[in-house]
């Protein structure tokens, strides 16, 4: 059996904001009327990124609790070069997401930051250094 990644799904308490946090990112999500339980939008490699609201969630999972601590799960967003994750970080931060771990020349080869959607997700940004 085959299996492909196809959708990243996010569980958000505020739709409005976690949409301004990702376009802030660069993605195009669209304006909402603040009614929507889910959002998705398809990215252009072709993996779907989603929002459903917590009431969603719980609409068909009732016991469903966010995670609470650490990471679980980290979205990493590529960009084209080192500055452009200097760019894009402070962009985010200017948009007023939290800034965790300001770019810095990791170890393994790349710049890199970390932000903080609304929901307290962890976002990483790259790029591999020249």
């Known amino acids: 059996m085959a299996v492909s990644l196809d959708l990243i799904g996010i569980v958000t308490i505020d739709l409005a904001r976690s949409l301004a946090f990702y376009r802030a990112l660069g993605i195009e999500t669209p304006e ?3 009614s929507e339980p889910h959002v998705e939008v398809v990215l252009p490699n072709g993996l779907r990124l989603a929002w459903d609201t917590l009431d969603t969630i719980r609409s068909f999972d009732p016991d ?3 995670a609470a601590g650490g990471h679980p799960v980290a979205l990493a967003f590529a960009t084209a070069s080192p500055s452009d994750v200097d760019a894009l970080y402070k962009t985010v931060v200017a948009a007023g997401f939290h ?3 300001e770019p810095w020349d990791a170890v393994w080869g790349q710049r890199y930051a970390i932000v903080h ?3 307290g ?3 990483d940004l790259f ?3 020249p």
């Open 32 to 34: 909402i009327n603040g």
């Open 64 to 66: 469903f609790t966010q």
């Open 99 to 101: 800034g965790h771990k």
């Open 117 to 119: 959607d609304p929901d």
């Open 121 to 123: 997700n962890t976002v």
């Open 127 to 129: 790029a591999p250094l």
